[in-house]
C-alpha cells in the first residue's frame, strides 16, 4: 500500500481508464440504490393499487416488485452497501489513501446519495416503472442473502401493512384535492362537498335532519276537503302531506297532493274517503343511511320521527305491524290500536309481524281506515318530527334544496328567504319545510 503513487504513476492508460469506468459505475449503481430505496419504498401499496385501477400504464410493472417489502428493502441496501464498500478500493488505486477517502465521501455525498434522492422523491414512480426490470435482476441475484433477512424482518416487525385513511382523515384528504385549496387539486367545491356530506352522513341521524312536527304541515284525519282546506294544501306546494288522528302527533299516515287533483271542492269530499298511504316510523337516533333504504324500497318519502322515551338502546329493525303502518323499531315493541266493540273506544295490544311483504304496486301501503282500526302506537314513542328524502339528500350536498314555495332554507338555523313574494300565509299553517 506504500506504492500508491508510483503504482499510479505507472499504471497503464488501459488500467487507467478501466478503474475509472468501475468508479464511475459503482458511483452510479450507489446513486440508483440509493434513490430506489427511497422512491420505491416510500410507495404505500394502496397508492399503488389506487393508481392501477385508475388505468395509469406504468404502475403494473412496480406493484410485483415493491409486494414484499422488506426483501426490496433487503435488496437494495445490500447492492448500495457492496458500491459504497468497493468504491475506495478502485480509487486506491489511482490516488494516495487519504484523497481516496475524500473523493469517495464527495463522490457518494453528492452523485450517490443527495441527488438521486432528491430526483427519485420527485419522480420515484417513474423512475421505478423503468427500472422495475433492473430492480428484478437485482432480487434473483441477491435473492440468497437478502431473503433470509426479508423473513426474519418480517418475523419481527409483521409483513407490510396496507394503511387505510380514516373517516376524518379521508375528508381532509378530499378537501386538499379541491381546487379550492390551492394545492392543484381538479376537484370543483360541489364535488369536495358532496363527497365530504356523504362520509359524515354516517355519524348524523334523523335527529339532525328532521322537522319538528310543530312546524310540519299536516291535516285531520276527520277534515273535509273543501275550497279552503284544499287552497291551503295548494298554498304549500308540498308533494305529500301527513294525516294525523285526533292529536298532530298521532301520524298515522300521509295523502298524495296528487290525489286530490279529481276532488270538487264544492262537494265536501271527507279525507278518510281518499287514498291514506301509510307512513314509516323511524327512531331519531337512526343512522340517515338506514333511512335513506328505507326510502329507497319505495313504500314511502317521508316518515315520522319518533322519540323513545324509554332510552332503549336496541337497534331499530324495519317491521310491518298488522294494523296498518309501517312501523321501523325493536321486535320486542308491541303495536296498540283503538278498538269501537260498542261499549267504547278500548286500546287494544296488536301483535308485530316480521314478516316482509314485497312492493308490488303499493298495494301494501295503502291504509284502510274503513275496515282496519286506526294505528295507534305505544305511549313510549312520541312523535318529534318527519322526515323527508329531500332532507336526506340536502345532509348529503350539504346545501338546501328551494322549492318554489319554500320561505325558509336551513332548518337548523332557519334563514328566512322568500321563494314566493305573492304567496300569502294562511292562519294557522306553517310553512316551514317541504316535502
Known sequence: M?????????????????????????????????GLTLGLMSLALVDLEVLIKAGRPQD??????????????????IGNSLAMEALPIFLDKLVPPWAAIVISV???????????????????????ATLAPFVRVLLWLFFPISYPISKVLDWMLGKGQTALLRRAELKTFVNFHGNEAGKGGDLTHDETTIITGALEMTEKTAKDAMTLISKAFSLDLD??????????????????VPVYYQNPLNIIGLVLVKNLLGVDPDEGVPLRKITIRKIPRVPESMPLYDILNQFQKGHSHIAVVYKDLNQTNVKPLDEHDSSGSDVIQPKATDVYALTNDGEGQKVQKIPVTTTLKRHKGCSFCILDVENVPIPE???????????????VIEELLKEEILDETDEYVNIHNRIKVNMNASHEQLPGISSEQPF
Not at 492508460?13 to 464511475?24: A, G, K, P, R, T
Request: glycine share 10%; charged share 10%; aromatic share 6%.
Open 2 to 34: 506504500s506504492n500508491h503513487g508510483d503504482g499510479a504513476g505507472g499504471m497503464t492508460l488501459s488500467v487507467y481508464v478501466e478503474n475509472l469506468v468501475i468508479i464511475v459505475s459503482l458511483v452510479i449503481f450507489a446513486g440508483l440504490m440509493a
Open 60 to 77: 403494473p410493472k412496480i406493484f410485483p416488485v415493491v409486494k414484499n417489502q422488506h426483501l426490496l428493502l433487503c435488496t437494495l441496501l
Open 377 to 391: 302506537f305505544p305511549p313510549n314513542q312520541a312523535a318529534v318530527g318527519v322526515i323527508s328524502m329531500e332532507d
Open 106 to 128: 464527495t463522490l457518494i455525498l453528492m452523485f450517490g446519495e443527495i441527488l438521486p434522492q432528491a430526483v427519485c422523491t420527485r419522480y420515484g414512480l417513474v423512475v421505478g
Open 223 to 240: 277534515a273535509t276537503l273543501n275550497l279552503e282546506t284544499l287552497n291551503a294544501i295548494m298554498a304549500m306546494g308540498h308533494s305529500r
